[in-house]
């Protein structure tokens, strides 16, 4: 889940920086000289000609202390063409760019001003084909530097969330290409359409400071708004651990179809529209206008129902899991966002595009990634595991029937064998050969329940059994023997084909022990610590008569396998990764 772990962290960071830049910029803006705000503005309607409105705004200089020469007027966006005059004489100048007839100019200007242009009067004339005609925000004067630093502070922490997104770029790239290939694509598509209202949230507060394309904007805008909405909905029926046929995952599945058909109809009139209006007249931009701005309208709307519709699910989840209180947070910003851009459109106020819905949808997104993020990766790193371990038991299983098949079924041949035999020619030396192989069959039964018991999967288990077994194949013989076992803490739980090997390898080594050794002492030791397990068996004879293919065998880490002969034990010790070692010396040690 690399993908899951990137966004935690990138979403774990963003909520700690943030405030930090916003409280950088507003202690930048405090050390700034306040700025003047032009006041006695009168506005003067004009006539309209061919669609086109025209409005005067007249205002008069204030006067500035101080000495400063370098003195600019912000003129804030202002729809769509105007020319600035100081008495008679031209200061600033903004037209339509060509090819966007009907197209809102939404940009803030610097005008330069000279101190001898103090108290004069001022005169912006404003012609506009759009429904909003005149300055989005009120005008200031001020020294350069002031002013610079006054737009920087007012726009700092937005900058600086465009720049950690803009890092977080190839790390939003890497985590689309992980979720693509973990099989996610949901998980992918609501980080995308997040990432479209990340950009949209900073496009529009960059563009009034250097950006001069109010086409690329509208375009921007509409892809972003809607598109975002649909992606918290999608995050949350991913991340939220919903009941499938509850009342909220029900909600939620309409509210996202609702939410592709109201996003695909706005980015259909947005763009669509915005391609049109560079081809066609410009007296169709007001009609255009005045069902973009309704839909706008209808967008946000949107939004909010979104945010009626993840409360109750999330509040579900946070009954049990106060992760989800964070999201609650995440969903008051988004409904505060939206309830500010829908108040200010309801109250006709004038003021530019704003972005407040965009950083809404991105918080309640980082909000949900931030709060199940972490919950969503744990619970699929366990399914992982679940499902690597119910293979492991699968290929054990596996295993097992093999051992059982070969060792049972072998010996009920024979004796299935010596019965024929013993029914066509009585002889009655047959019932002792057929009651070993029975004893030895009712071992091997005996050796795979208990191997296959969850209970007898400790080493405390397997040691008893070690002992049993050994007491049993030597007592009879008056031999001495001793099993010495050290389990060190780290050593981990044995599994039942591990169990199953261990046994079967110490029982076929005593076997052979008691048969070529009459006499001597044996002796088994087990040891077993976090990366390997070392089963030895001596006798204390002369040594083996075994026929071996050499004195010793290089050992290596693994463990062995019962069976008959010493081709079956070291074929065993193969298939577990290890290798048979005997050694001669006074007596035999395998």
């Known amino acids: 889940m690399a993908y899951l772990h990137g966004l935690v962290w990138w979403s774990s960071r963003m909520p700690r920086v943030v405030p930090l830049a916003v409280a950088c910029g507003l202690l930048v803006g405090c050390g700034r000289a306040p700025l003047r705000e032009l006041d006695d503005v009168r ?9 086109e409105r025209h409005l005067t705004l007249r205002a008069r200089l204030p006067f500035l202390p101080g000495d400063a020469d370098d003195l600019v007027l912000e003129v804030p966006p202002v729809v769509e063409t105007w020319e600035a005059r100081v008495d008679d004489e031209v200061v600033a100048r903004w037209e339509r760019p060509t090819g966007t007839a009907g197209v809102p100019g939404v940009a803030t200007v610097l005008v330069p001003l000279r101190r001898s242009q103090l108290g004069r009067p001022l005169t912006l004339s404003i012609a506009s084909r759009h429904l909003h005609i005149g300055p989005m925000a009120p005008l200031h004067l001020g020294a350069r530097s002031d002013v610079v630093g006054a737009i920087v502070a007012r726009d700092l922490g937005p900058l600086a969330v465009a720049g950690l997104l803009a890092i977080a770029g190839l790390l939003v790239l890497s985590t689309l ?3 693509e290939r973990e099989r996610r694509p ?12 990340a950009y949209v949230a900073n496009y529009t507060q960059v563009r009034d400071l250097v950006v001069h394309a109010p086409r690329a904007f509208t375009i921007a805008w509409g892809l972003g708004i809607p598109w975002a909405a649909w992606g918290v909905v999608v995050l949350t029926r ?3 651990a919903l009941p499938p046929e509850g009342r909220s ?23 669509g529209g915005q391609l049109l209006l560079s081809v066609l007249p410009a007296s169709v931009a007001r009609p255009y206008y005045a069902i973009l701005i309704p839909l706008d309208v209808t967008v946000r709307l949107a939004v909010a129902a979104t945010v009626a519709v993840v409360v109750p699910a999330v ?3 946070a009954r049990r899991d106060r992760s989800a209180l964070f999201v609650l947070l995440g969903v008051g910003a988004l409904g505060t966002s939206t309830a500010i851009d829908v108040g200010l459109y309801a109250a006709g106020a004038k003021h530019r595009w704003t972005s407040d819905v965009a950083w809404g949808a991105l ?31 699968s290929q054990e299983r596996d295993a097992l029937v093999h051992e059982l098949h070969d060792g049972l079924g072998s010996l009920v041949t024979n004796i299935r064998m010596l019965v024929g035999v013993g029914e066509r020619v009585p002889d009655t030396s047959q019932y002792g050969a057929i009651g070993g192989l029975a004893e030895e069959a009712l071992y091997e039964l005996r050796a795979f329940t208990h191997a296959t018991r969850e209970e007898a999967s400790t080493w405390d288990a397997t040691v008893a059994d070690l002992r049993h077994a050994t007491s049993t194949l030597v007592s009879p013989h008056g031999r001495p023997f001793e099993v010495d076992a050290r389990v060190l803490p780290d050593a981990p739980l044995p599994t039942s084909v591990t169990l199953l090997h261990v046994s079967r390898v110490a029982r076929e080594a005593v076997m052979n022990a008691v048969k070529h050794t009459p006499a001597g002492r044996i002796d088994v030791r087990l040891v077993v610590d976090a990366q390997r397990l070392t089963l030895e068996v001596e006798d204390g004879g002369k040594g083996s008569e075994m026929n071996t293919d050499g004195d010793a065998e290089v050992a290596a880490p693994g463990w062995l396998s019962g069976g008959v002969g010493m081709e079956s ?6 298939a577990l990764r290890g290798t048979l070692t005997i050694e001669k010396t006074r007596g035999t040690l395998v």
């Open 238 to 240: 991913e991340l939220v």
């Open 315 to 317: 509040a579900t989840v």
């Open 43 to 51: 506005l003067e309607p004009g006539e309209t000609h061919d669609g």
């Open 363 to 393: 918080g309640l997104g980082v909000a949900l990634v931030a709060s199940f993020g972490a919950r969503f990766a744990a619970l699929n790193r366990a399914v992982e595991a679940h499902a690597a371990d119910l293979q492991r038991r």
């Open 249 to 271: 995952a029900r909600a939620l599945g309409r509210s996202e179809r609702a939410l592709v058909v109201v996003a695909g109809l706005y980015t259909l009139v947005a763009v």
């Open 186 to 197: 949901r998980v992918a598509l609501g980080v995308t359409l997040l990432s479209l209202s």
């Open 569 to 574: 034990m070291r074929a065993r010790a193969q």
């Open 177 to 179: 290409i992980a979720a």
